[in-house]
């Protein structure tokens, strides 16, 4: 029904960012900019949690690349 595919169509789109690849390999490519930035480690704090979420990021690109 109409019903089932919207609520099917909802699901997808809410998952899309999750297995959305691309978006991954960009968030990487972008944390690994700043990384080497001669600022970066002034504040420790947030480049702690950029790179946390880089290497959070790799895995699930690495993770992609296995299958």
Known sequence: TTE???????????WGGFFDIADRKIKIEEAQRISVEPDFWNAPTKAETILKEMSKQKYWVKLYDGV
């Open 4 to 14: 089932q595919y919207n609520e099917l169509s909802e699901r997808i789109v809410a």
